[in-house]
């Protein structure tokens, strides 16, 4: 019998830790969306994978075109005509 009231306190040892940690890591969350609301006016995470894909499209468009003006101002150099 005391080994099953040992068991039962040490889970309920354990159960509180872990809502502690639950409580905790909830107050981390909030912390976190108040700062995506503050910084970027998002008030979910659905809408912030939406606005990075965005951002993502839009560094991948940029990485293009500047790499056609380096191909541009290569061949400017190189005394040939711009692609």
């Known amino acids: 019998m005391p080994d099953i009231v040992s068991k039962l306190k040490e889970c309920e040892k354990k159960i509180r830790s872990l809502q502690q940690e639950k409580a905790k890591q909830e107050g981390r969350r909030q912390q976190l969306m108040n700062q995506l609301k503050e910084t970027f006016g998002i008030d979910s995470i659905e ?6 894909g965005k951002l993502q499209t839009g560094v991948e468009n940029n990485e293009a075109n500047l790499k056609k003006i380096i191909s541009n ?11």
């Open 47 to 52: 809408q912030a994978v939406e606005e990075l």
């Open 73 to 83: 101002m290569e061949d400017i150099i190189n005394g040939s005509k711009p692609k």
